[in-house]
């Protein structure tokens, strides 16, 4: 499956937010407390969206049941994310887990499941739906995968309700971002399929889906958040724009910035390692002793430079040859036409 630019300048949009969201937090204790959406969360679900975009796609051009779809993948993202949760465990074992693409430790389930857990788990839950209805042939269906999306924001808005009825620690957003990486497909389907006819059905059902996340999303952030606590807000607003911004930057306003693109193509990686380097580049001052008023501003630009040059090592001497070794693995000799999928 060719590779699409604005996916990629999406995905460097989420890289750009990264580097803005460790800047702040070195100017001042609290500096991003007070902006109205959480620059991390938004990132990651860009990251997420956009992988919702591209992966049913690539797996309906598989043409041997997915299994090529499932070594390449693997050989794509776990090596890298062993060797992030790695350098997180040494530099950072207060982390959740130990797991990379996470900013702050956790004690319990929580509510917000991205910013606890990273972006793996709910990776993982969408790519054994997609292999699951692709198996079962229904994976090209549009009328299903909508109808997958809204029964998993169901889910979601049970688990809100159990959460405040019950006062327990549930995942409540772990079914509502796979509902959106679904929806992400469906808007795929929209741009880039063969026929009219195909994109106007798939619009459609994207907007029917759009309206229920505009009626549904409100009810479980309100209903889901401990009592007392008006983050929910925030995190409200920041789910809401980063859906509007994903169907913008992949419609209307497609981009295709180099400097976004090549962002885009180290972005894993650099959502993988950016607060384990963080950490080291404050180890690094500290023991070189500098101190004073700029001592703060500097870890953190050290903290970013470490982590673009340690992103692009990974991308050259593993993500590279690792994709080149499971193309010659599944017998994918080049890149794949564009995949359509059909809708029925």
Known sequence: MERLAHVDALRGSAALLLLMHALPLAMADGATAGLSV?????????????CGFVVPASLHASSDGGRGFVVRRLLRLVPLYLLAALLTALLLPEASAWLPGVTAAKQAIPFEVASAYGAMPPILLFYLLCLLMHQLGLLHSV???????????????????ARQLL????PVTLPLLVSLMLFASLWHEAQH??????????????????????????????AGWSQ?????????????????????????????????VWLGQLGYGLYLLLPAMQRLAALLMQNLAISGPGAVMGTALLGLLL??????????????????????????????????????
Not at 38 to 50: E, Q, V
Not at 167 to 170: H, I, R, V
Not at 203 to 220: G, H, K, M, S
Not at 245 to 252: D, E, K, S, W, Y
């Open 307 to 344: 982590a673009l040059g340690s992103a692009m090592l990974c991308r050259w001497l593993l993500e590279q040859p690792l994709a080149h070794a499971g193309k010659r693995l599944t017998g994918q000799s080049g890149l794949l036409p564009l995949a359509r999928l059909h809708t029925r």
């Open 193 to 222: 399929a063969d026929s009219s006819y195909a994109r106007r059905r798939a619009r459609e059902y994207a907007r029917y889906t759009r309206r229920a996340y505009v009626l549904v999303l409100p009810v479980i952030f309100l």
């Open 228 to 260: 007392g606590d008006a983050a929910w807000a925030r995190q409200l607003l920041t789910y809401a724009v980063a859906l509007a911004g994903f169907v913008l930057l992949t419609g209307r306003l497609t981009l295709s910035t180099p400097l976004l």
């Open 143 to 161: 009328s299903l995968r909508a109808g997958a999306a809204l029964l998993l924001l169901a889910c979601s808005l049970l688990l809100a309700l």
């Open 167 to 170: 006062d327990g620690a549930l």
């Open 38 to 50: 959480d620059l991390w969360l938004l990132a990651t679900l860009w990251f997420l969206l956009g």
